[in-house]
Structure formats: structure tokens, C-alpha cells
């Protein structure tokens, strides 16, 4: 039987959260060839023994449990590794499949043979907001300017599907670099669409993978953000799109603040520690870049706030009086 995609889930201290998963994936996977692989960071709770439990009906699985924890990052690299098939699909121990997703993955690989194919996300489960509004079933895309442009806009790691290609030595050494972004999933599609000698992203507007109920729980802080824009220095971008990279350096900038000023309002807040890493997960201040802050006034008065703990002191009050 050969098989055209694997299902590559990263988990850390998430028991409940992957066998619910993998149990979603084998009810909606029924009379389809499928393969998972599912890497256990080095929990510290009981995912091991949840895991070494699971039987699937309905797809092929294997299990590899790290004696010590390798980052996001490098879990996401050795799952790429180990997968066999064609396709790989990165895929969030948190989050969610739609009851059509494998099937529509699946069919829509077959007619169009993508380097890349991504899809909408729906964040809580109940919106409606498309990730890509575009017309028809899927679209493909061919202009790699285009590409990279809907490539980067969602850096969701469970709407990347990719083809499964061998780097040679200095790819491999580059990539490497990447390690710690948090974003190396988004980096691999890169280096994977520079392989081909015609790059094709398929886009699927169609919502096929939803968050969970904790979506307001993150692992990561602003810094994150902050230093995405790094991620664009890769011969992809470089080839076809040289100045992404200064365009992404000041977007960046505005999405760390974002995220900093939402976390000091309560309306995000930090998971576990050590899903990434200690500077990755804890509170962190963007720096104050006057040039562009001024060229946004809304993003200084956002800056301002969050710097003088504007609500903290709201919150100590409605403590006071119980609001």
C-alpha cells in the first residue's frame, strides 16, 4: 500500500490534547491511506504511557519518545526526517480537524501535485473569518512573489502541508540556522519550494483545521515576533523577493507590540514554559523604536500603556472594588 501524506504531530506535556487528536484523526481518516508520526518531546506528564496505549483503526502510526527535549524547532525538523511519504502535513497537538479535512487534503494533493499546499484556520472553531478568500475549491499559484506573500501571512503551523524533499549538505547546514525561530516550519516550505524548478502553492480557502477552547493560552511572547522577520533571510525569499525581508522587519516590529500590549490587557496569556524556551515564553518589553512608532500613532499609545502597566492599575482597582 503506498501512501501519499504523514501526519506529523510535535507534542510536549499534552496528553489529553494529542489522544484527543489522534482520535479525531482516525475517525475522520476511515478508508483513506494515511500515516502519522508523533514526537514526544520529553513530557513530563503522562504522554508516554497515553501514547504507547493508542491504537489506531484506521491509519498507520508510529511513536518515537526524545529522552531529551530537542525545542519545537528540532522536533519539527526530526519528524520531517522520519516522514516516508510524499507529503508531509504538520499538524498542532492542540488543535483541531474539521470532519472533511483529510479527505479534501488528500484529493486535492492527487489533482495538483503542490510543492506547498495551505489552507483556512478557524480561530475560536464558531468564526467564519477565512484565512484566504479566494474563489473556486483550491487556487493554484505560481508567481513565487505571490507565493512568499501568502506563505508568511498565516504562520499557523497546522495549515502546512508540504512535499517531502532531500536537502543536500549546505541546505541542510542553513536550515539549521533556523533552529530556535519557532518558526522553522514556515522556513522548511521555503527551502522546499526553492528546490523546484517551477514552485506551486495551492491555497484551499476552505476551513479545515480549527483551535481549541485554550486558543488564548500561547506558549510564546512577543520577542517571538519580534524576530520573525529574521526568517525571511533564506535563498527563496532572496531569489525572487529580496526586499520582503526589510518589509517583514518593520511588520514584525508591530506584531510583537501587538501581542505584548495584548498580553498586558489579559486577552492573551502565557502557557507552558518550557514549550519553547525560557526567553521565548516569559514576559518580554519590544524596545521603543520612536521612527516607528511615530509613523503609528495607535501602536504608541498601545506601547505607552502596556509600558506603564496602564492595566495592571485598572485591574488592582476592579480587584479593590470587585468589579
Same mark, same amino acid.
Given at each position: 500500500?503506498?501512501?501519499?501524506?504523514?501526519?506529523?504531530?510535535?507534542?510536549?506535556?499534552?496528553?489529553?490534547?494529542?489522544?484527543?487528536?489522534?482520535?479525531?484523526?482516525?475517525?475522520?481518516?476511515?478508508? =483513506?491511506?494515511?500515516?502519522? =508520526?508523533?514526537?514526544?518531546?520529553?513530557?513530563?506528564?503522562?504522554?508516554?504511557?497515553?501514547?504507547?496505549?493508542? *491504537?489506531?483503526?484506521?491509519?498507520?502510526?508510529? *511513536?518515537?519518545?526524545?529522552?531529551?527535549?530537542?525545542?519545537?524547532?528540532?522536533?519539527?525538523?526530526?519528524?520531517?526526517?522520519?516522514?516516508?511519504?510524499?507529503?508531509?502535513?504538520?499538524?498542532?497537538?492542540?488543535?483541531?480537524?474539521?470532519?472533511?479535512?483529510?479527505?479534501?487534503? +488528500?484529493?486535492?494533493?492527487?489533482?495538483?501535485?503542490?510543492?506547498?499546499?495551505?489552507?483556512?484556520?478557524?480561530?475560536?472553531?464558531?468564526?467564519?473569518?477565512?484565512?484566504?478568500?479566494?474563489?473556486?475549491?483550491?487556487?493554484?499559484?505560481?508567481?513565487?512573489?505571490?507565493?512568499?506573500?501568502?506563505?508568511?501571512?498565516?504562520? /499557523?503551523?497546522?495549515?502546512?502541508?508540504? /512535499?517531502?524533499?532531500?536537502?543536500?549538505?549546505?541546505?541542510?547546514?542553513?536550515?539549521?540556522?533556523?533552529?530556535?525561530?519557532?518558526?522553522?516550519?514556515?522556513?522548511?516550505?521555503?527551502?522546499?519550494?526553492?528546490?523546484?524548478?517551477?514552485?506551486?502553492?495551492?491555497?484551499?480557502?476552505?476551513?479545515?483545521?480549527?483551535?481549541?477552547?485554550?486558543?488564548?493560552? +500561547?506558549?510564546?511572547?512577543?520577542?517571538?515576533?519580534?524576530?520573525?522577520?529574521?526568517?525571511?533571510?533564506?535563498?527563496?525569499?532572496?531569489?525572487?523577493?529580496?526586499?520582503?525581508?526589510?518589509?517583514?522587519?518593520?511588520?514584525?516590529?508591530?506584531?510583537?507590540?501587538?501581542?505584548?500590549?495584548?498580553?498586558?490587557?489579559?486577552?492573551?496569556?502565557?502557557?507552558?514554559?518550557?514549550?519553547?524556551? /525560557?526567553?521565548?515564553?516569559?514576559?518580554?518589553?519590544?524596545?521603543?523604536?520612536?521612527?516607528?512608532?511615530?509613523?503609528?500613532?495607535?501602536?504608541?499609545?498601545?506601547?505607552?500603556?502596556?509600558?506603564?502597566?496602564?492595566?495592571?492599575?485598572?485591574?488592582?482597582? /476592579?480587584?479593590?472594588?470587585?468589579?
Amino acid at each position: 500500500m503506498k501512501y501519499l501524506i504523514t501526519i506529523c504531530i510535535p507534542t510536549y506535556n499534552r496528553a489529553s490534547k494529542v489522544i484527543r487528536l489522534l482520535n479525531l484523526i482516525d475517525e475522520f481518516s476511515c478508508q =483513506l491511506k494515511l500515516k502519522v =508520526l508523533v514526537s514526544n518531546n520529553a513530557s513530563q506528564d503522562n504522554t508516554m504511557d497515553i501514547l504507547n496505549s493508542f *491504537i489506531p483503526k484506521n491509519f498507520s502510526i508510529k *511513536i518515537f519518545h526524545q529522552e531529551i527535549n530537542i525545542g519545537f524547532d528540532g522536533n519539527i525538523r526530526f519528524l520531517y526526517q522520519k516522514a516516508e511519504t510524499e507529503y508531509v502535513w504538520f499538524f498542532s497537538d492542540d488543535d483541531l480537524m474539521f470532519p472533511d479535512a483529510i479527505k479534501t487534503v +488528500l484529493n486535492i494533493l492527487t489533482k495538483t501535485k503542490p510543492d506547498v499546499l495551505l489552507f483556512s484556520f478557524a480561530q475560536p472553531k464558531e468564526s467564519k473569518e477565512l484565512t484566504f478568500n479566494l474563489h473556486g475549491e483550491f487556487v493554484q499559484i505560481f508567481d513565487p512573489q505571490e507565493i512568499i506573500r501568502y506563505v508568511s501571512k498565516c504562520p /499557523k503551523i497546522s495549515i502546512f502541508v508540504m /512535499k517531502k524533499v532531500e536537502f543536500d549538505k549546505d541546505e541542510i547546514n542553513k536550515l539549521d540556522t533556523f533552529i530556535d525561530s519557532a518558526f522553522y516550519f514556515e522556513v522548511l516550505s521555503y527551502f522546499v519550494l526553492n528546490k523546484s524548478s517551477k514552485p506551486m502553492l495551492v491555497i484551499i480557502s476552505k476551513q479545515l483545521a480549527h483551535s481549541d477552547d485554550e486558543f488564548r493560552v +500561547l506558549n510564546y511572547n512577543s520577542r517571538v515576533l519580534f524576530y520573525r522577520y529574521l526568517i525571511y533571510d533564506n535563498p527563496f525569499i532572496l531569489k525572487y523577493f529580496p526586499c520582503f525581508y526589510k518589509q517583514m522587519e518593520e511588520a514584525s516590529y508591530y506584531n510583537s507590540l501587538q501581542f505584548w500590549y495584548s498580553f498586558s490587557k489579559k486577552t492573551l496569556f502565557y502557557g507552558n514554559d518550557n514549550f519553547f524556551s /525560557k526567553k521565548m515564553s516569559t514576559n518580554w518589553t519590544p524596545p521603543f523604536d520612536l521612527i516607528l512608532l511615530c509613523k503609528s500613532p495607535g501602536y504608541l499609545i498601545r506601547y505607552l500603556l502596556s509600558y506603564i502597566g496602564f492595566f495592571k492599575i485598572i485591574f488592582k482597582i /476592579k480587584d479593590f472594588f470587585k468589579i
